[in-house]
């Protein structure tokens, strides 16, 4: 009962608009509502640089500001926060989940091994998929370099699996490797990087996914627990 009552949610077609629990459909084409989520905030730093002593939650939230910029006008734009505020990732899934027809986009620069360094994409959701590629595309291009890192990854987390709308999970380059630490800490180039993903959001909204490749098989996961993995 439950399955046809979702079936008969959107007769005709498979629309990618709208709540869906699994997102086992099209990417995202039409929608006017992007979530920007600053990663981390308040008490939760993320990860700081050993280089430049810079964390995460402030270039997320900077990144984020400047995404956000480039898209106002042309679509409803909201920010998850807007200052230095602490937010669980649960209660970002419930808010993004008050919209109807919107992305969410989350900001984050990463941390591993000093020699690893490049933007990565994680997503998790069929729909997410072509948009993820977009994302990826974009801040690679900003880059001048990627050196062992994992690129576009399908990866369940609580902000990629658990949103019933498309999501999607940016790391914005390497705080633990001493060049593209220092490249973060330039706003210009933080300001190409927003360019790009802007450009990327305003071209998956004219044409959803095509010319992003096959969709990914679609998975029945449960939701991401915060016991699961390190996020
Ligand atoms: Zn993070």
């Known amino acids: 009962m439950g399955l046809l009552l979702a079936s008969c949610a959107t007769p005709g077609k498979s629309s990618s608009l709208g709540r869906d629990v699994y997102g086992h459909r099209p990417g995202p084409q039409g929608f006017r509502t992007v979530i920007i989520d600053a990663g981390h905030g308040g008490k939760d730093s993320g990860a700081v640089s050993a280089h430049t002593r ?23 734009v909201i920010m998850m926060r807007g200052d230095d505020t602490f937010i669980d990732l649960d209660e970002r899934v419930i808010r993004a989940n008050r919209h109807g027809e919107a992305i969410l986009i989350s900001v984050h620069y990463n941390s591993g091994p000093s020699s690893i360094r490049g933007p990565e994409t994680y997503y998790w959701r069929v729909d997410s998929h072509g948009l993820a590629t977009r994302l990826q595309r974009a801040m690679a291009s900003a880059s001048p370099a990627e050196n062992g890192n994992r690129g576009l990854v399908r990866r369940r987390v609580r902000l990629t699996r658990n949103p019933e709308i498309p999501c999607v999970l940016l790391e914005g380059g390497y705080l633990s490797n001493a060049a593209e630490s220092q490249l973060i800490s330039d706003l210009g180039y933080r300001q190409k990087l927003a360019v790009n993903i802007a450009s990327a959001i305003r071209t998956q909204a004219a044409i959803g996914d095509q010319g992003t490749g096959p969709l990914p098989r679609p998975i029945d996961s449960p939701p991401s627990r915060p016991t699961d993995a390190p996020e």
């Open 54 to 76: 810079q964390k995460e939650k402030d270039l997320a939230l900077d990144t984020a500001q400047r995404i956000a910029k480039q898209l106002q006008g042309d679509f409803k």
